[in-house]
């Protein structure tokens, strides 16, 4: 069947931690969307919605892309305004978590609920079925779960769970605009409590905590054993717990307690009472500012169990345990700490093995296959791999060797057997070339064949699968051109457009890179439909390395004994950065000379308006940050295609420069194009205060806002669709006989004038103690050029002009000793230094 499926307006109903934040997300889409809760007992029937809006404001990290986003939720209460609903396609129910409340919701809405409208529940544990209950029999086949993960924007997991009757046509529509429309991850989860990735996630801590018990560690030090060490977020397990709210926990936990008797370990479903303990005294964790840990002053306590008090968090790992830790190949990892004694090391194999045996056990129930569980674990708590590919990195013989080893003497959580698909002789893992283990298939399930899928190229991998990037035109160091490599039926090459992507650490611009781009343009030019730059890995760039490109390759050392020696001869020693704040990474130091630094920068001028000016379009496909020269790039590209979690700026002067790869020109050049001949200046200042703070864009929304993304540039939902969105706007350029800009030659600039009134708003600055004399002088350079230099106002000036003078204001801020201060800072602490 061929119908159009269209989202056209969401209702949201429950304005608390988890609706608001949908309803965020869902305007962070472009879908309009209406937010309910109950009306409000005095004043405003809204009020409940209403503080709830303004709750989403003071959100860290911000549940919206943009501030503008939020006139896009509409408030509304069940008292007043339930005849809305009928205008709704989708309806997502996240109400308190109780069956008689949301049963009682269900009755009351369902009158109400337009003819095609589905309805979904965000209940974390909650059956589907039940719930479903509460409907008439008619509207059951448009009532499913849809299970998202706090906070909504970020976590990439949502989980759909059908109910008996729910219509496989609309789940697989649902699923669809999940993807593409929301940009996340879907996994098709059955109705079971939980459903899956809380199901293993929270057994996983439950482990964590009984093993950390009969082995005495610390919380600080099961956090330090259990953070990057394993793959996962640095904030590990109990710093996890804090954020996610104490109650909340003890919440999931007790749903696995009164629903899950026949559970083998259902005995350790229960909330310890150190735990009880804080919920009762209100320490639920970060929300009531203290939980597992406490911020004292500056410093961060931990709570030891039997004291009941709070001490200072340490968090040591043994020197033996971190050099199993560190060892990146899983099997030599998990064979290394079940070989020691070190308590350590032991609670680590211990709370995987029960992991591991926990999975093996359960997946038949909970899951349809074991990528749907490696899949629910990674994207729903962070980890960078799930519980059965590692189990499969190890070996799954000798995995399950150990299991039944351990389970025979007694020290498993669980005495139960692994059921006879896993324990069965022949099997070296549930991952293959076919697809993934279904215990019900009895088959390796291939991957979702929904058409939505065909938009990812690159879909998210599975531990040990490799991604095959097309066919090499050429590579060098830090670079690598190709083109896809599918073929039309008729033999014709199906992709006639070339990528190039970098290969440079944090996508680092350096000298070879620069050649790189200039080399793919030409190629680009001479051979292809257009050039798409998009990295295989996110980001997109941390910004230039100006210094390796002067000196040829330099790589960036964390060497005390190098930062010395740049201090010897800091007077002779012409230092030079990339744009990153923040990224040690980004800065490289070496000896040179002026006229050799200023070739570089000439040659990063040219190497932008190449990409401007080529004959045929190149398109960036930005994901995460784009920093200082990346952000050159994308201003200089025909079209950008980013992903909503795209960071941009220009942060030069974080490191006491300037942009001058094209980034100050263009900055002058869009505010002259924006103002269309009116007053210039509030265009113009828009960009001076971004690039003389050195503001990066939270979302690809903001830097639109920035001025850094223009109207035609695209933004995507899903980084699994970036290359597939850029591909189709590249062809739809070229479609319509790409022709590149024509350079324009009267730019008119605020001229001096522009630049005093900059500068007066600076000595105020100055003079209040708010910014520094060195921040004055780099602002003052930045003004003169995005003004034009020293001009009258209204001078027409052209490109070179401008970039002439950023190139200038360059060579003059590199010279002072305060900007090599700032380069030597940031080299070695990996953070500004606002001197
Ligand atoms: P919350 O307590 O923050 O908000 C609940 C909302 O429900 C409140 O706005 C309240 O006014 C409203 N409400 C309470 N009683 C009601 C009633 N009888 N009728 C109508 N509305 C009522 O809860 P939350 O954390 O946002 O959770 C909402 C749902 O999302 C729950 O089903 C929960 O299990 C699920 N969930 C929560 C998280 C999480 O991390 N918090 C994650 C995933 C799913």
């Known amino acids: 069947m061929n119908e159009n499926f269209h989202i056209r307006k969401v209702a949201v109903l429950g304005a608390g931690v988890m609706g608001a934040q949908i309803a965020a997300h869902l305007v962070n889409a472009n879908v309009p969307t209406i937010l309910f809760d109950l009306p409000a007992r005095e004043g405003d029937p809204n009020g409940i919605v209403n503080k709830a809006l303004d709750g989403l404001k003071k959100l860290e990290p911000s549940p ?21 609903l009928r205008d709704c396609d989708l309806v997502i129910e996240a109400i ?56 909504p924007r970020y976590m990439h997991l949502v989980e759909l769970i059908a109910c008996e009757k729910t219509d496989a046509l609309l789940l697989d529509q649902l699923e669809t605009f999940l993807v593409s429309g929301l940009g996340k991850g879907v996994v098709r989860a059955k109705d079971t409590p939980n459903f899956i990735a809380n199901r293993i996630g929270v057994f ?9 018990e009969r082995l005495g560690l610390g919380f600080d030090t099961v956090d330090a054993l259990t953070g990057s060490y394993l793959g996962r977020p640095k904030s590990a397990t109990f710093r996890t717990l804090d954020v996610v709210g104490l109650d909340t926990f003890a919440h999931v936990v007790n749903t ?59 968090g ?65 708590f962070g980890w960078g791999s799930g519980p059965f590919e590692i189990w499969q990195a190890v070996g799954w013989q000798k995995v399950l060797g150990w299991i039944n080893e351990e389970r025979a003497a007694g020290k498993t959580m669980s005495d139960v057997e692994l059921p006879h698909w896993a324990q069965d002789p022949a099997r070296t893992g549930v991952h293959s070339a076919q697809g993934s283990y279904s215990p019900a298939l009895g088959i390796d399930q291939p991957r979702s064949v929904l058409p939505v899928y065909r938009r990812q190229e690159f879909p998210e991998r599975l531990l040990g699968e490799e991604a095959h990037y097309g ?47 200039l080399r793919a343009v030409d190629e680009a030019e001479a051979n292809w439909r257009g050039l798409i730059i998009w ?58 000379n002026v006229p050799q630094v200023e070739a570089v920068v000439a040659k990063f001028q040219q190497v932008t308006q190449r990409i401007k000016y080529a004959q045929v379009p190149v398109v960036s496909a930005v994901d995460g940050l784009a920093l200082g020269g990346g952000c050159e790039i994308i201003m200089h590209s025909a079209r950008v295609v980013a992903t909503l979690e795209s960071y941009i700026g220009l942060v030069e002067v974080g490191v006491g420069i300037l942009p001058a790869g094209g980034g100050s020109k263009e900055a002058a050049l869009r505010a002259a194009q924006e103002a269309k001949g009116g007053d210039l200046f509030p265009f113009l200042k828009r960009y001076f205060q971004n690039i003389a703070m050195g503001e990066v864009a939270k979302s690809a929304e903001l830097a639109r806002e920035m001025g850094y993304l223009r109207a035609g540039d695209r933004i995507v939902m899903n980084h699994f669709e970036l290359l ?22 009267q730019i008119p600039v605020a001229g001096r004038t522009g630049t005093a009134t900059l500068q007066a708003a600076m000595i105020n600055m100055l003079e209040g103690g708010f910014i520094s004399a060195h921040d004055y002088k780099v602002g003052c350079a930045v003004a003169d050029t995005l003004c034009g230099g020293d001009v009258e106002a209204g001078s027409l000036v052209d490109e070179q002009w401008l970039l002439d003078l950023e190139r200038k204001h360059f060579m003059e801020l590199l010279a002072t000793d305060k900007t090599q201060e700032r380069i030597e800072y940031m080299l070695k602490n990996g953070k500004p230094l606002r001197n």
């Open 64 to 84: 919206l892309a943009s501030p503008a986003k939020l006139n896009f939720i509409a408030a509304a209460n069940y008292g007043q305004h339930l005849e809305q």
């Open 96 to 151: 308190a978590e109780r069956m008689d409340w949301k049963s009682e919701l269900y009755h009351k809405v369902a009158p109400y609920l337009g003819e095609r409208t589905i309805f979904a529940s965000n209940t974390s544990g909650l059956s589907i079925n039940k719930l479903a209950e509460a409907f008439p029999e008619n509207l059951r086949h448009r009532f499913c779960g849809i299970h998202f993960f706090n906070p």
């Open 204 to 212: 996983s801590l439950l482990a964590t905590l009984h093993h950390a």
């Open 256 to 314: 696995m307690r009164d629903n899950l008797h026949d559970d083998p370990w259902h005995s350790y479903f229960a909330v310890p009472d150190w735990l009880n303990g804080l919920i009762e005294q209100g320490a639920l964790g970060q929300k009531s500012r203290r939980g597992v840990y406490q911020k004292v002053g500056k410093d961060i306590h931990v709570l030891v169990v039997h004291t009941k008090k709070y001490r200072l968090s340490a």
């Open 316 to 380: 040591k790992v043994d020197d033996t345990v971190k050099e199993l830790l560190r060892q990146r190949d899983w099997a030599a990892k998990l064979e290394g700490l079940r070989n020691s004694a070190h308590p350590q090391a032991q609670f680590v194999w211990r709370v995987f093995r029960d992991v591991f045996h926990y999975c093996g056990v359960h997946l038949p129930r909970i899951a349809d296959n074991a990528r749907d569980l490696d899949f629910a674990v990674r994207w729903g």
């Open 471 to 517: 066919e090499t035109i050429f590579e060098n160091e830090s670079v690598r051109m190709w083109h896809g490599s599918e073929k039309l039926m008729d033999g014709h090459p199906n992709d006639d457009i070339a990528i190039l992507s970098f290969k440079s650490k944090m996508h680092i611009i350096g000298d070879e890179v620069l050649d790189g781009i």
């Open 535 to 592: 990295q295989t890995e996110p980001p997109f760039s941390a910004g230039a390395n100006l210094l390796q490109l002067m000196q040829g390759v330099q790589p960036a050392s964390e060497d005390a004994g190098m930062f010395d020696k740049l201090k010897q001869a800091a007077n002779r020693v012409k230092y030079t950065v990339a744009g990153g704040g923040g990224l040690s990474q980004v800065l490289n130091a070496a000896t040179g």
């Open 724 to 745: 597939h969105v850029a591909k189709n706007e590249l062809r739809a350029l070229t479609a319509t006989d790409y022709r590149p800009p024509l350079p324009p030659t």
